[in-house]
DNA sequence: AGCTTTTACCTAGGAGTCCTAGGAAGAGAA
DNA sequence: TTCTCTTCCTAGGACTCCTAGGTAAAAGCT
């Protein structure tokens, strides 16, 4: 009887791909060990229970998801970098969803899926060069951009969008043209009622 | 033997209070038959199935916190208005952590849950009165609005915040200062890059 | 009050998942 | 070739979801 070769690398995958297919919340061991040709208990050799297994998909995720972002940013600035950016979170969703759905797990600080997640906010920090912000506005602006994108992608796959006219892309582009005049008007410490410039 | 009389609304309550003392995804039929004292197949003349019960759970927070939300709304216009919305969905995730995860289920559009899913909407709009956008400009206000709110709501839940030394609500009420800006200087169809203004 | 109808709750049980314990067989090292 | 390590196995317990069919309590009717 030969092996079937599985590895927790070769098992995170084939998890990523599953929870993709089928929704997060029904990636199982046992599915994982069928498509494997093997027994489900012989998966825990390889992983410690069904929950590592979302944390290792998490980590997958985190760290495909950043190396694509950095990709999309290379050699873009200012409101071209955001633009290309935001773009890359919200197909990844599209492509991936049980992936991005898997990187909201809580994941405690000290693993590498961890370090990915700060090479993502390390990047978004890189886009506000362009908008020269300085601390702790520049905190606050991540935690803004991360907001936005995240919540928009989150809203749209969970079908918010889905029952107005209105098209998901075109709120999408013109909310990063706001989310753009917005770094660029950052306000100060107490924003005054100012209704003259529009 | 005296019954426990369980109904559907009952039901729906007790899965709402467990669903935010053991998380959403532990939310199970069996453990929700213990509380009441009965067995877990005698639940299952009350609701269909598992997912029915948790489309039931969004369901009721999907309306309890548009009751909040009114209230919060009422007598408050523009950044007020604004401010006082936010902060009634970022509380009620932190009150009740199981009933906020349980309104992103993808809900079908003609239940009566869909209906207070529409009175978000409406309110998002009511706020949007205050800064005087008009269509299709207010759809896309609305989802920036919500994208924003439930964002940051959800990575502060995911304890995307927790890493980093300045406080979430220090994050949070400049978040808001920078939409109410962004708002009032919405900008035009074609948005020129413009560097000038900081 | 006695009767019927409804329904709340029961027992029994199948199917699926998670996970542990302990054993057997393949693969590489001595 | 034999020893050792690792992969995969069987067996099985605990739990969850859900169905089918039965019993007893409540509610309605005469």
Redesign the interface.
């Known amino acids: 009887m030969a092996r079937a070769g599985v590895t927790a690398e070769r098992l995170t995958e084939a998890a990523a791909e599953l929870a993709d297919e089928v929704g997060l919340?029904n990636l199982t061991v046992s599915e994982l060990a069928r498509r494997f040709g093997v027994k489900d208990a012989s998966l825990y050799s390889h992983i410690r229970n069904a929950h590592e297994l979302r944390v290792r998909v998490a980590g997958l995720a985190l760290a495909e998801l950043a190396d694509l972002a950095a990709a999309a940013l290379a050699g873009r600035a200012?409101?071209d970098a955001l633009v290309a950016f935001a773009g890359t979170y919200r197909d990844y969703a599209r492509e991936h969803p049980g992936r991005y759905t898997a990187m909201?797990?809580?994941l405690d600080?000290d693993t590498e899926a961890?370090g990915a997640?700060r090479r993502h906010s390390d990047m978004t920090r890189a886009i506000l060069r362009g908008?020269?912000l300085a601390e702790?506005?520049q905190?606050?602006a991540v935690?803004?951009l991360?907001?936005?994108?995240?919540?928009?992608v989150?809203?749209e796959m969970?079908?918010?969008?889905r029952?107005?006219p209105?098209a998901?892309d075109?709120?999408w582009s013109?909310?990063l043209?706001?989310?753009?005049?917005?770094l660029?008007?950052?306000?100060a410490e107490r924003?005054e009622?100012?209704?003259s410039?529009?």
């Open positions: 919340e200012g409101k909201q797990v809580d600080p961890a997640a908008y020269s702790p506005d905190t606050d935690r803004l991360g907001s936005v994108f995240h919540g928009f989150s809203l969970a079908g918010g969008f029952h107005h209105r998901a075109e709120s013109r909310m043209d706001t989310i753009d005049v917005a660029r008007n950052w306000p924003a009622p100012d209704a410039h529009g």
